[in-house]
């Protein structure tokens, strides 16, 4: 895959854990397809050489940022599918062979309230192997601290 032949730009390349594919964000130019709407996601078969786009994860619309699991059989990707605006994160199913799953949300107890109501993008999401501990209240406390070094970007 040669994409300057093609006039295009290849971003966020990210090799699977068993060193067996690699995925590439292609776009028309740039480094940040976020923005792009013919973004796609394409698969690298790096035994045989062969590349292509991942059909069933795809869409009409930006699909970005990605991320392998550790057992590199699934994906999650972040995709403005639904309505151009947030994106969102897809999970896709990838098998030994690289036939790729068509690309689905996770379910929520209510959809519309999750994924519609709230104004939220998922811009580099990731998989994780264990709990995640965050202290919100510690969090505010370092960040509001009037202590702070003032670097007069705010007044």
């Known amino acids: 895959m040669n994409a300057e032949s093609q006039h295009k730009s290849v971003s966020f390349p990210r090799p699977s854990y068993d060193g067996r594919f690699l995925c590439y964000t292609l776009s028309d130019y740039g480094q940040f397809s976020i923005w792009h709407h013919e973004a796609d996601l394409y698969l690298l078969d790096l035994s045989t ?75 580099v999401p990731d998989f994780i192997i264990g709990p995640t501990h965050f202290d919100g209240n510690k969090a505010s406390r370092i960040i509001n601290d009037e202590s702070r070094t003032n670097f007069g970007v705010r007044k």
């Open 49 to 123: 050489g062969k590349s292509q786009p991942m059909a069933e994860a795809n869409s009409d619309d930006t699909e970005s940022f990605h991320n392998w699991s550790t057992n590199s059989r699934w994906m999650v990707i972040s995709s403005r599918r639904d309505d151009g605006l947030f994106t969102r994160p897809y999970f896709c199913h990838v098998d030994e062979e690289g036939h790729v799953g068509k690309a689905f949300m996770l379910p929520q107890r209510n959809p519309r309230r999750f994924y519609r109501e709230r104004f939220l993008s998922f811009n």
